[in-house]
């Protein structure tokens, strides 16, 4: 009933940029936090960054100053635009949305992932 979808991801050469994007649809009643998460081979999956539907933002030490989380509350997207990239940050990037869907209830919902490459 509720569908998360990623674009974005590929292959980028150290210190260069790129942008991820999220899109929720589906029997939606009201899309509170959204976020980023990653998960890099033989590693636990780690927060990004997270914006709630007011726009207050928490983002990961490791990415400071680097990367930037927005979303569409009107088009239920969100957004990551990543900046001064590294090797470091090579991982499978995935949306996470908190979804509140009428006479369900709100839950999780996890997009796909997109792989992101840094390297030269």
């Known amino acids: ?13 150290p210190g260069g940029s790129m942008r991820l994007s999220c899109a929720v649809s589906g029997s939606i009643f009201r ?3 959204m976020g980023w998460y990653r998960q890099a081979p033989g590693k636990q999956r780690e927060l990004v960054a ?5 726009g207050r933002t928490n983002d990961a ?4 100053g680097r990367f930037t989380i927005s979303r569409d509350n009107a088009k239920n997207t ?12 090579t991982a499978v990037y995935l949306c996470k949305a908190d979804v509140g869907v ?3 209830g709100t839950s999780a919902y996890w997009g796909q992932g ?6 030269s």
Request: charged share 15%; net charge negative.
């Open 1 to 13: 009933q509720v569908q998360v979808v990623e674009s974005g991801g590929g292959l980028v050469q």
């Open 31 to 33: 899309v509170y936090a």
């Open 50 to 54: 997270v914006i709630t539907s007011s």
């Open 61 to 64: 030490d490791s990415v400071k």
């Open 78 to 89: 969100v957004s990551l635009q990543m900046n001064s990239l590294k090797p470091e940050d």
């Open 102 to 104: 009428a006479g369900v």
């Open 114 to 119: 997109t792989q992101v490459t840094v390297s």
